[in-house]
């Protein structure tokens, strides 16, 4: 903390501190992995969103293309709302191919 007159200042760690604990923790851990996974998944919805636009795709027409309305493909490129049946059909309606890689063994695609 640094004080400035009357004034206090904290930086952001100090407030993680006092909020959630410190690195290490488990409220704290819990909390970083939050942050962690809406941070992947904004980045995937920004990934679909450059897709839909390359493809000259409003969300409504993708909505319609995937069978939802426009409204969730909105939630879906901002990283809520995102289940894997909805992003794979997402993905099938752009034609974009997915595989996953398990381990050293084999490829698998999921359609």
């Known amino acids: 903390m640094k004080q400035i007159g009357d004034m206090k200042f904290y930086d952001f760690e100090e407030i993680l501190e006092e ?28 990934a679909i969103k450059k897709a839909r636009m390359s493809q000259n795709l409003t969300q ?10 426009g409204a969730q493909i909105s939630k879906v490129e901002k990283g809520r709302c995102m289940s894997l049946t909805t992003i794979a059909r997402i993905f099938r309606a752009m034609s974009i191919p997915l595989t996953i890689e ?4 084999d490829k698998l695609a999921l359609w």
């Open 19 to 46: 909020h959630y604990g410190p690195i290490g923790t488990p409220k704290r851990d819990e909390f970083e992995s939050r942050v962690d996974e809406s941070v992947r998944a904004y980045k995937l919805g920004e």
């Open 60 to 69: 409504a027409q993708l909505g319609e293309k995937v069978g939802v309305k």
């Open 102 to 105: 398990i381990g050293n063994i």
